[in-house]
């Protein structure tokens, strides 16, 4: 069992950079691959990006590359996302997720755990 607490939303223009955090608590945190979702309004959740439990191996949806990073700290049991560049469209939901370390990919059904999300708006 992991819990996963998501912080760092906010409203924010269109340019601008966020940095959103993860905080893991419970089972070992470095014993899970880790995933950034989101979801705006009317819309379906969607992946944005994914790091393997080394921190080793990235994944990141084509919206969104070039301008978000993922990272992780096993040692604070804390992911991020760092979010540069935003753009209206960014605007969501964005949750965190733990999957298995068998699990690495961008299929929302295979993440076990997710946070309770944080909302990003993004003004134009």
């Known amino acids: 069992q992991v819990q996963l607490v998501e912080s760092g939303g906010g409203l924010v223009q269109a340019g601008d950079s966020l940095r959103l955090s993860c905080a893991a608590s419970?089972?070992?945190?470095?014993?899970?691959?880790m995933g950034w979702f989101r979801q705006a309004p009317g819309k379906e959740r969607e992946f944005v990006a994914a790091?393997?439990?080394?921190?080793?191996?990235?994944l990141f949806a084509d919206s969104v590359k070039g301008r978000f990073t993922i990272s992780r700290d096993n040692a604070k049991n804390t992911v991020y996302l760092q979010m540069n560049s935003l753009k209206p469209e960014d605007t969501a939901v964005y949750y965190c997720?733990?999957?298995?370390?068998?699990?690495?990919?961008?299929?929302?059904?295979?993440?076990?755990?997710w946070g309770q999300g944080t909302q990003v708006t993004v003004s134009s």
């Open positions: 997720a733990a999957s298995p370390l068998g699990i690495f990919n961008a299929r929302a059904y295979e993440y076990g755990y």
């Open positions: 419970g089972r070992t945190f470095s014993s899970y691959n």
């Open positions: 790091i393997r439990w080394s921190g080793g191996s990235t």
